[in-house]
């Protein structure tokens, strides 16, 4: 009887150790390490996107009914920038990064020099199926490796799309999509990786790092969690409305970096709520639901939990929601429990709960109460409110004055903090977790200084001590 090779315990029923191993082998090739082989990879990337564009916004508005603006913005815009300065800046991030050589290692150099890692996994999710997946992707072949692709089953058009255009345009011995649900990411975590990057909820996150461990795998976790957004009643209304409304209800809410709930003082709720609702109705019409700018909520059983966190709330805008398509109008809910489910759980869709209290020191301490969020956002004319918050609160990222802008910065690494992820990427820190930066320390022949070599003596000490 045939036996199937393994490298893990438990078998699952689908094996991909084989396509592991033909990665593997491409990768040994050394080909991947060819700076024009990763240029012209980028390069095959971006003709992919931009020969596909049309296709590739149609699945998005079949999977999210994202509109062509969000998915050019957020996905296919944003990633042939991240190629363009990826292109821009290679050159620079693949060479050695020279540190000072102490005097004891005279003469001598010390730099950081940036290798590939070689097979890696990159698991997407289903919010922004292209972006998330690809973003990883270009790191990753920017870096030299080899990768396996895994897009989000519940994306499934989006998913499809990439698994049949990446053969057409990119080099397949070096990269495979595979595509499936649990059954297959669970097959595809059994197999020894050089990296997983993993794009998701906590659950699965804390799944991924478990398998990790069984071979000692690095991982990147990008997570979400609640975001807040404080708003200080010394702010300029009109323009934080504005930017909480786009920030928030960006493809109906499903985005990681979207406020999660509302942090403001006692007595100032009203003339936000009038704010938000006034900006709701220019950027999206009397019914959102009749917004050709407003997307869809994943599936059914999303929109379901959604509906769930407004039992037993006090809704003040909304709450209408469309079963078939499935889609919800933006929701504005006014002192939750703070412990009901919409204020212990990731909302991760259109609800914005507000909060009041007391004082700002009361909301820096509500905040800090909670895991460590991915992205802190805080409105306020004031620079020393702000600066208070910045620095009396921890999460991946912050962002004063606006919400989700910093995303759009290469410069800016982007990743969680705590329960909310490990790992950075986007630009160079992107390179960075796709390589290992190898400490290199060269000497020469020259001046073999003897001191340091036994028999020791009192004399030999002392000079030691005074080089070390
Ligand atoms: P999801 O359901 O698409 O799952 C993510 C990936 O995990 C998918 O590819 C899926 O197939 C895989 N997966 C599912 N079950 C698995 C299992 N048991 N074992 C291994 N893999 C499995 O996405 P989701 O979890 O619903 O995503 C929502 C969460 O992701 C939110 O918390 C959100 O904040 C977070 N998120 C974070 C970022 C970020 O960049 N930090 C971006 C988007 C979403």
């Not at 300065?85 to 730099?111: C, E, N, Q, Y």
């Not at 919010?127 to 270009?138: E, H, K, R, S, V």
């Not at 609800?351 to 007391?358: D, R, W």
């Not at 410069?411 to 630009?427: A, K, W």
């Given at each position: 009887?045939?036996?199937?090779?393994?490298?893990?315990?438990?078998?699952?029923?689908?094996?991909?150790?084989?396509?592991?191993?033909?990665?593997?082998?491409?990768?040994?090739?050394?080909?991947?390490?060819?700076?024009?082989?990763?240029?012209?990879?980028?390069?095959?990337?971006?003709?992919?996107?931009?020969?596909?564009?049309?296709?590739?916004?149609?699945?998005?508005?079949?999977?999210?009914?994202?509109?062509?603006?969000?998915?050019?913005?957020?996905?296919?815009?944003?990633?042939?920038?991240?190629?363009?300065?990826?292109?821009?800046?290679?050159?620079?991030?693949?060479?050695?990064?020279?540190?000072?050589?102490?005097?004891?290692?005279?003469?001598?150099?010390?730099?950081?020099?940036?290798?590939?890692?070689?097979?890696?996994?990159?698991?997407?999710?289903?919010?922004?199926?292209?972006?998330?997946?690809?973003?990883?992707?270009?790191?990753?072949?920017?870096?030299?490796?080899?990768?396996?692709?895994?897009?989000?089953?519940?994306?499934?058009?989006?998913?499809?799309?990439?698994?049949?255009?990446?053969?057409?345009?990119?080099?397949?011995?070096?990269?495979?999509?595979?595509?499936?649900?649990?059954?297959?990411?669970?097959?595809?975590?059994?197999?020894?990786?050089?990296?997983?990057?993993?794009?998701?909820g906590e659950v699965?996150?804390?799944?991924?790092?478990?398998?990790?461990?069984?071979?000692?795998?690095?991982?990147?976790?990008?997570l979400g969690g609640k975001s807040p957004c404080?708003?200080?009643?010394?702010?300029?209304?009109?323009?934080?409305?504005?930017?909480?409304?786009?920030?928030?209800?960006?493809?109906?809410g499903?985005?990681c970096?979207a406020p999660d709930y509302i942090i403001?003082?006692?007595?100032?709720?009203?003339?936000?709520?009038?704010?938000?609702?006034?900006?709701?109705?220019?950027?999206?019409?009397?019914?959102?639901?009749?917004?050709?700018?407003?997307?869809?909520?994943?599936?059914?059983?999303h929109?379901s939990r959604l509906r769930s966190y407004l039992d037993n709330v006090n809704?003040?805008?909304?709450?209408?929601?469309?079963?078939?398509?499935?889609?919800?109008?933006?929701t504005?809910v006014l002192e939750p429990g703070l412990d009901s489910a919409i204020m212990q759980e990731e909302i991760f869709g259109?609800i914005l709960p507000i909060v009041?209290v007391?004082?700002?020191?009361?909301g820096?301490a509500f905040v800090n109460n909670g895991a460590k969020p991915l992205?802190?956002?805080?409105?306020?004319?004031?620079?020393?409110?702000?600066?208070?918050?910045?620095?009396?609160?921890?999460?991946?990222?912050?962002?004063?004055?606006?919400?989700?802008?910093?995303?759009?910065?290469?410069?800016?690494?982007?990743?969680?903090?705590g329960n909310s992820?490990?790992?950075?990427?986007?630009?160079?820190?992107?390179?960075?977790?796709?390589?290992?930066?190898?400490?290199?320390?060269?000497?020469?022949?020259?001046?073999?200084?003897?001191?340091?070599?036994?028999?020791?003596?009192?004399?030999?000490?002392?000079?030691?001590?005074?080089?070390?």
């Amino acid at each position: 009887m045939p036996t199937r090779p393994t490298l893990h315990a438990i078998e699952p029923d689908i094996c991909f150790i084989d396509n592991v191993k033909k990665l593997n082998a491409s990768y040994r090739t050394t080909k991947t390490q060819s700076l024009d082989w990763r240029k012209n990879q980028l390069l095959a990337l971006k003709r992919m996107l931009e020969d596909n564009q049309e296709a590739l916004l149609e699945a998005l508005k079949a999977d999210l009914g994202k509109c062509e603006t969000e998915a050019m913005v957020a996905e296919q815009g944003f990633l042939l920038s991240d190629i363009d300065h990826t292109l821009k800046h290679l050159d620079k991030w693949v060479k050695p990064r020279k540190v000072s050589t102490p005097m004891v290692a005279w003469p001598g150099k010390s730099f950081q020099q940036p290798e590939s890692l070689g097979t890696v996994l990159i698991i997407g999710a289903w919010n922004y199926p292209l972006q998330l997946l690809l973003a990883p992707y270009i790191a990753a072949l920017a870096a030299g490796n080899c990768a396996v692709l895994k897009p989000s089953e519940l994306s499934a058009q989006t998913s499809a799309l990439v698994a049949k255009l990446i053969p057409q345009y990119m080099d397949v011995s070096c990269v495979e999509v595979i595509e499936g649900g649990k059954e297959e990411a669970t097959a595809l975590l059994a197999c020894k990786w050089d990296h997983i990057f993993y794009t998701g909820g906590e659950v699965v996150g804390k799944i991924v790092m478990s398998a990790a461990a069984r071979y000692l795998t690095p991982v990147t976790l990008e997570l979400g969690g609640k975001s807040p957004c404080f708003v200080d009643k010394n702010t300029n209304l009109k323009v934080t409305a504005r930017r909480i409304v786009w920030g928030k209800w960006m493809n109906a809410g499903q985005t990681c970096v979207a406020p999660d709930y509302i942090i403001v003082e006692k007595g100032f709720e009203q003339p936000l709520i009038d704010a938000i609702r006034k900006e709701l109705k220019k950027q999206y019409g009397k019914s959102a639901l009749a917004s050709p700018d407003y997307g869809n909520i994943i599936n059914k059983r999303h929109l379901s939990r959604l509906r769930s966190y407004l039992d037993n709330v006090n809704v003040v805008y909304g709450g209408e929601f469309d079963e078939e398509r499935p889609a919800m109008v933006p929701t504005l809910v006014l002192e939750p429990g703070l412990d009901s489910a919409i204020m212990q759980e990731e909302i991760f869709g259109p609800i914005l709960p507000i909060v009041t209290v007391p004082s700002l020191d009361d909301g820096i301490a509500f905040v800090n109460n909670g895991a460590k969020p991915l992205a802190l956002y805080a409105f306020s004319d004031s620079d020393e409110v702000l600066d208070r918050i910045i620095s009396a609160t921890s999460s991946g990222s912050v962002c004063t004055n606006d919400t989700m802008l910093f995303m759009t910065n290469p410069e800016l690494p982007f990743g969680g903090v705590g329960n909310s992820g490990m790992g950075s990427y986007h630009g160079r820190a992107g390179f960075d977790t796709f390589s290992h930066l190898k400490t290199v320390m060269k000497r020469s022949f020259a001046l073999d200084v003897p001191f340091r070599y036994a028999p020791f003596s009192k004399f030999k000490l002392s000079l030691l001590k005074k080089f070390l």
